[in-house]
């Protein structure tokens, strides 16, 4: 296990936490990182069999993380990166989150009872991002050796392996006007082909 501050302006690699495959401990149900975890973290990826406390990934901006639960105020000020919580979270999950997006297992459908949904919106999935949570939940099964994950990969499509998008507002409209962006430059670029052929 560890304390607080694991990878604390973590720019790259991957750190991987476990406990030893003897441990009777059912992961989901302890505690393996402290508080403040990626803390001002740009990059890299961090992969714990366990829960984490209190403010799990402030003020990230550009880290991958799965975690099996968190404490109060997960995602605090985050700008970027990824979080995918397996577990329950703490009160006040996403205050003044900006940026980057969190996927949190809700299979009860209580979760929105613990966000702060001043900055944020909670949304499905898009079958994109179910693809791609199912990957990288397969590669935290195989770092660390989670039952959660293998457990969430058997129901994978049933409510047991349900999940929150968690989006924040401002970022969202910046996805949407770069997509529009790129779609109108296409249409230009669609039109002078079109065009030199005449």
């Not at 149900?29 to 403010?55: H, K, S």
Request: hydrophobic share 40%; glycine share 12%.
């Amino acid at each position: 296990d560890a304390n607080d501050y694991v990878g604390k302006g973590l720019s790259g690699g991957i750190i991987v936490v476990r406990p030893p495959a003897s441990s009777p401990l059912e992961t989901e149900q302890n505690t393996i990182i402290g508080n403040t975890v990626l803390y001002g973290a740009t990059a890299g990826r961090l992969f714990a069999a366990g829960q984490a406390g209190d403010r799990f990934c402030v003020r990230n901006s550009g880290a991958q993380a799965v975690v099996e639960g968190c404490g109060s105020n997960g995602c605090e000020y985050m700008t970027g990166g990824r979080a995918i919580i397996l577990g329950p979270t703490g009160r006040n999950f996403a205050a003044g989150m900006s940026g980057g997006i969190a996927y949190v297992a809700d299979p009860l459908g209580e979760f929105t009872h613990y966000v702060n949904l001043e900055m944020v919106l909670l949304e499905s999935p898009t079958d994109e991002d179910l693809a791609w949570l199912q990957q990288v939940i397969a590669r935290h099964g195989e770092e660390t050796g989670s039952s959660v994950a293998e457990r969430l990969l058997s129901r994978w499509g049933t409510p047991a392996a349900r999940f929150v998008k968690v989006m924040p507002t401002d970022y969202k409209r910046v996805l949407e006007a770069a997509a529009a962006a790129r779609n109108a430059g296409q249409d230009e670029v669609a039109a002078i082909m079109a065009s030199s052929r005449v």
